[in-house]
């Protein structure tokens, strides 16, 4: 992605902070982004003279890779939380809930295999608490 790409998706989305991955392809989890993090970064490339532009190429790695061509990258692997909490999809909603509960999470990242599936926010937990307490108790066991 671009820096005006970036930009673009601050504005369409209201997400507070954004999954990572290798590449649209693969899928594979690199570490998540903050919404804040990213609109200060974006702001203060647009300041500096170091020649980055609206087409530079955003990297979140630690290393360009070489030979490079084209405009220099915004490099924002400073502002990447590397190891964000994770879950896998076999973990049972009982252990979601309560990792929620304990550590007082806003979201948190669903992966596979290494591979991102989706993110699980407060508010999914949330109803799937109040889906539970609608049900039928004896319903929510043998289904």
């Known amino acids: 992605m671009t820096p005006d790409d970036v930009e673009q998706l601050l504005r369409e989305m209201d997400h507070n902070g954004f999954p990572v991955v290798v590449s649209r392809q693969s899928q594979y989890l690199v570490?998540?982004?903050?919404?804040?993090d990213l609109n200060i970064a974006i702001n203060q490339a647009k300041k500096s003279t170091e020649g980055i532009v609206?087409?530079?190429?955003v990297l979140f790695t630690a290393s360009v890779p070489?030979?490079?061509m084209g405009p220099p990258p915004l490099r924002l692997r400073k502002i990447l939380d590397l190891?964000?909490?994770t879950i896998t999809d076999q973990m049972p909603m009982e252990t979601v809930v309560d990792m929620f509960r304990k550590l007082g999470l806003r979201q948190t990242l669903?992966?596979?295999?290494?591979?991102?599936?989706?993110?699980?926010?407060?508010k999914d937990v949330l109803r799937h608490i109040k889906?539970?307490?609608s049900e039928?108790?004896?319903s929510v066991l043998f289904n």
């Open 66 to 68: 070489s030979p490079w």
């Open 54 to 57: 609206g087409e530079s190429v």
């Open 110 to 122: 669903v992966t596979h295999n290494g591979r991102l599936l989706g993110i699980i926010t407060k």
């Open 136 to 138: 039928d108790p004896e």
């Open 31 to 36: 570490g998540f982004v903050a919404r804040r």
């Open 83 to 85: 190891a964000p909490i």
């Open 131 to 133: 889906f539970l307490e």
